[in-house]
């Protein structure tokens, strides 16, 4: 901040106005092409210090703190520039919005360190409107200290846009009001111009004695202020509550998982997991049953008669039959010229238009039968794929099973170790059981002090409900006996009597002046002739309409002939692409490439159908080996789940045997 002040007072003496608009130019310039999502603020400053180095120090620096201080500030100064354009500079162009930015940033944070009359000289340097219209709505102190302010205390804090932001603008709005001023004469070309230099009287002082020093009295004491204590270190850091509750979430959710694991691995028998096939096979038939119920037989719709399909009335409306007319006579009017053309000699294209043609054809052919080959080469492709992916099933399985069996054993030795681990909480829980006996008691007696107490609240807060309920009884009578008056005094009837004479004017003296009668005569006048005039207009657009009709019947009798002339040349020429396309199907059917790929596929299905019956009987042998395996499982697990019922029913016996003795 220093350096930019020194700087200026020693280097922009000697600028001009050219220099002053120059470096406000670059600076817009640099704010123009920054992209705030692409670009980083520092790398985009550094980068722009490099560009303009070749300049001199005053400058390159002006160019550099003024471009770092509009990025690092660009939300404050949005917040005076949007609103600007909103209110005051709606005339004004958008794309200019950076110079009201630079200005702004000047005037809030380095009018101090300019001085009013480098300040004025940047001002002066730009458009007089624009710089007249912001400088007018920005230091207006109603704008300062209303809305202005509270967005800003929104981004920083309130004492800081006091004293750093408000204050100095407020102290400056006096000069800068000058400038305002100066601005608007400028507009209004009332400039006065400047007086030859003059030499001017310098006085010269008075020689008096001077007077002696006076006693300097001895300075007050200055009250010393109270240390503030330091902010302390909680309110930065997370309580120590929530770390408590995220460690009991972990220990629930770690103790859950092992319950989870527990009633897993003890499952009783009766509820089984996998399904039966004798299960699987009732299901199949209950739905099978409930589909046949729901059944019904969907009557079948009619089919459309051929003939209704051939001639479908289509609705056509004006546009479109003008449309189409118009069509069709430029049709006939190029078969004219093209016959013409002919008589006169010149050049029939049909030959080169049949050569075309049976390009054409051939073209097609060969395209077919690409086509085909393409199709047949896919087909063998997706059955390599397939046998493939059926390959590598197996492998999975394979390694599925034996992974299978890992963990099997590790399940088992789990098993055990969490076994001696519930024996050793259940001698835990015998040892704290003992010792919570003692704590019963102190807790009754507790509950019986707090019994007490809230029946005492209870009686007070129904006292307090009685008083407050007489009081609103006691308003809402006297609000009924005022309303009722007020009624009463509205009921009382008022009459009022004025007699009218129909045919009489009412005497307000207007050039234009008549009585009702009269009035009610001329609207009838006027309704019968507005009538008439109706009636005439009515006549004159149905005449219109009816020639209107005649001629699109006409031009419809004609459309009608050219279509049937164009669906009798289609017929003709549907017949001779259908003899074109059974041609070109039998040359397909005879080339000896596809008839080699079609027997490349067959074999590859029938390798595929191998596959599929040998995988079904394998499917079939493991069914039955799981079924052994699970049995065998089920009795291990019953017997494990006696075992733990016979073990707990001791521990409850034990327990019981303590309380009692205890």
């Known amino acids: ?98 110079l009201y930015v630079v200005i702004c940033y000047l005037a809030i944070f380095r009018l101090e360190e300019l001085g009013l009359k480098h300040f004025t000289k940047i001002v002066n340097s730009q458009p007089a409107n624009k710089m007249h219209q912001f400088l007018r709505f920005f230091f207006d102190s109603l704008n300062l200290t209303t809305w202005i302010k509270d967005e800003w205390c929104q981004i920083y804090d309130v004492a800081y846009v006091n004293q750093m932001l408000i204050d100095p603008l407020l102290r400056w709005q006096p000069d800068i009001n000058n400038l305002i001023d100066h601005l608007a004469n400028k507009m209004a070309n009332r400039i006065s111009k400047k007086l030859e230099s003059q030499p001017v009287t310098v006085p010269r002082e008075f020689n008096i004695t001077k007077p002696k020093p006076q006693s300097i009295p001895m300075p007050e004491e200055i009250q010393l202020l109270q240390t503030r204590r330091k902010i302390p270190r909680s309110t930065y850091e997370a309580p120590k509550e929530q770390q408590l509750l995220e460690t009991l979430k972990r220990k629930n959710r770690h103790r859950a998982e092992e319950h989870l694991m527990e009633s897993n691995i003890d499952a009783f028998r009766c509820a089984m997991i996998h399904e039966t096939e004798h299960k699987r096979r009732v299901l199949s ?12 037989t969907i009557p079948k719709p009619r089919p459309i008669p051929a003939q209704m399909m051939e001639n479908l009335p289509i609705k056509l409306n004006t546009a479109a039959i003008l449309r189409e007319n118009v069509l069709y006579e430029r049709r006939v009017k190029k078969e004219l010229e093209r016959i013409d053309n002919l008589i006169e000699g010149g050049y029939d294209p049909s030959k080169f238009q049949e050569m075309l043609r049976k390009k054409d054809i051939e073209f097609m052919e060969q395209q077919l039968t690409d086509a085909q080959r393409r199709c047949l080469e896919g087909k063998i492709l997706l059955e390599d794929a397939i046998l493939a992916r059926e390959a590598r099933i197996e492998e999975n399985k394979r390694n599925a099973a034996l992974q299978k069996e890992e963990v099997a054993k590790m399940m088992q030795k789990h098993a055990e170790k969490r076994l001696q681990e519930e024996k050793e909480a259940k001698e835990l829980v015998e040892r704290v059981t003992k010792g919570r006996h003692n704590t019963k008691q102190q807790k009754l007696k507790m509950q019986e002090d707090k019994q007490k107490m809230a029946k005492e609240l209870n009686k007070e807060t129904e006292e307090l409900l009685q008083q407050a309920l007489e009081k609103t009884n006691e308003e809402i009578r006297k609000k009924s006996e005022l309303i009722r008056e007020i009624r009463a005094m509205q009921m009382v009837p008022t009459f009022k009597h004025k007699l009218i004479d129909l045919a009489k004017p009412a005497g307000h003296n207007l050039l234009t002046e008549m009585s009702i009668v009269e009035l009610r005569e001329r609207l009838g006048l006027l309704k019968e002739a507005q009538i008439k005039a109706e009636e005439d ?26 279509r049937e002339a164009l669906s009798k040349k289609a ?41 599929n019956k040998i995988q079904k009987i394998n499917t079939q042998k493991n069914l039955e080996r799981s079924m052994r395996s699970s049995f065998a499982d089920r009795k291990s697990k019953e017997v494990r789940w006696w075992k733990n019922m016979e073990d707990s029913r001791e521990n409850k016996v034990r327990l019981l045997k303590l309380q009692k003795a205890s």
Do not use: W
Not at 285 to 296: L, N, P, R
Not at 581 to 587: I, M, T, V
């Open 1 to 98: 901040m220093d350096i930019l002040s020194k700087i200026i007072k020693s280097r922009f003496s000697c600028l001009n106005m050219s220099g002053y608009s120059q470096l406000i130019i670059d600076v817009v310039r640099l704010l123009d092409q920054f992209d705030p999502q692409n670009q980083s603020t520092d790398h985009f400053v550094s980068e722009a210090a490099k560009k303009y180095q070749a300049q001199g120090e005053a400058e390159h620096t002006f160019i550099v703190e003024v471009l770092s201080g509009c990025l690092q500030y660009k939300p404050l100064l949005n917040v005076v520039v949007s609103e600007f354009y909103m209110l005051d500079g709606r005339n004004f162009l958008r794309s200019e919005c950076n």
């Open 285 to 296: 038939e209950i739905k099978k049953e409930e589909e046949a119920k729901m059944k019904y």
């Open 537 to 562: 207009k009515r006549d004159r657009i149905l005449n219109e309409k009816q020639a209107k009709e005649q001629l699109l019947l006409d031009k419809l009798r004609q459309i009608s002939l050219h």
């Open 571 to 611: 017929v003709i020429r549907n017949r001779e692409e259908e003899l074109r396309k059974l041609k070109a199907s039998k040359q397909v059917a005879n080339n000896q490439q596809l008839a080699e790929l079609q027997k490349k596929l067959e074999e590859k299905r029938r390798e595929h159908h191998k596959l």
